[in-house]
């Protein structure tokens, strides 16, 4: 008997037109790192008394499905997931290269049907209903450039044959740590040790009365926009920043020499007031927590925009 393994592991995306309900076709199969989506039914124990010391069969409670993907951040494949995280872009170009622009602040997000797939044993777990409800990824010097997707799903069907068909494949292009960049407002932000981007939907899950225990849906309610930057302390720039309350804009910005390119632009950041630790005679660092709040002028709270040769999403 063959027994699974993560190296033949298989991961296929659509998007859905009806919540919670696969469509026949049109799955892409998705680069990955790891996976922890999955559902759940926890057992109640029974409270009764009366029949003994030893306890009666426990009875099922409710169905959870949710989990994390790590993916990389690529050219092609992350646009799926950032088009989960704000909504339909605005795309443009009348040839390849396509600029694919994601913002947020949509009040509906698109859902989607992920399976799963070990087929040595086999087993291929559809999760439909996903909606992404968090993503986030690291900016450091040097490591593999991996963002992690928190999702929320209404369920999980298990076959053993797939029900994604042949996905269709997409060319990897991936960006690594090397290729990125951070400016603000306009110019480039130096002594930059790492950065830490995390956008969350806050998704309010509908848990109402259903005979198979799964929720009805998952709504985006306010979002939030964090992070940290860990800079070298080298001058007062951002430290005057926050002592005054003003925002800047944000930009972290990735770029291949081929032209592709990935750029998360914040437009209202605000940075607290750090505390200065002097640790001993190696150099002195400050740590900022920023927050962002939506841009007055603009409208929006940040700005995605990918360049690809990929027509649409």
Not at 161 to 182: D, Q, V, W, Y
Not at 216 to 239: C, K, N
């Amino acid at each position: 008997m063959a027994r699974a393994q993560g190296a033949r592991a298989l991961m296929a995306l659509a998007f859905e037109t009806t919540y919670g309900t696969p469509p026949a076709s049109g799955f892409t199969r998705m680069p990955f790192a790891s996976t922890s989506l999955g559902a759940e039914q926890p057992l109640l124990n029974s409270e009764l008394l009366g029949y003994g010391r030893d306890p009666l069969a426990p009875i099922k409670d409710a169905v959870t499905a949710d989990g994390d993907v790590v993916v990389p951040l690529d050219a092609e494949a992350f646009g799926f997931w950032l088009k989960a995280a704000f909504g339909t872009p605005t795309t443009t170009g009348a040839e390849a290269p396509y600029t694919h622009e994601f913002q947020s602040g949509s009040w509906t997000l698109p859902s989607m049907s992920i399976e799963t797939g070990m087929p040595e044993v086999p087993r291929y777990a559809m999760y439909s209903g996903c909606v992404l409800d968090q993503i986030t990824w690291q900016m450091q010097r040097s490591g593999l450039l991996t963002a992690t997707a928190r999702l929320v799903a209404q369920g999980e069907t298990v076959g053993t044959t797939t029900s994604a068909g042949t996905p269709a494949a997409l060319e990897l292009k991936r960006f690594g740590h090397f290729n990125g960049a951070i400016t603000r407002n306009g110019s480039a932000l130096g002594n930059v040790v790492s950065a830490e981007i995390t956008y969350a939907n806050n998704l309010d899950r509908i848990e109402t009365i259903r005979s198979d225990g799964r929720i009805d849906g998952a709504d985006p309610s306010i979002a939030a926009l964090t992070g940290r930057i860990e800079v070298r302390f080298a001058d007062q720039t951002l430290v005057t920043q926050a002592i005054n309350g003003e925002a800047c804009e944000m930009e972290f910005a990735y770029v291949l020499p081929s032209g592709e390119s990935f750029t998360f632009t914040v437009h209202a950041v605000y940075l607290p007031c750090p505390r200065i630790e002097i640790g001993g005679p190696q150099g002195v660092q400050a740590s900022f927590d920023w927050q962002a709040a939506r841009d007055a002028t603009l409208g929006r709270m940040c700005t995605a925009t990918l360049i690809n040769d990929i027509e649409e999403y």
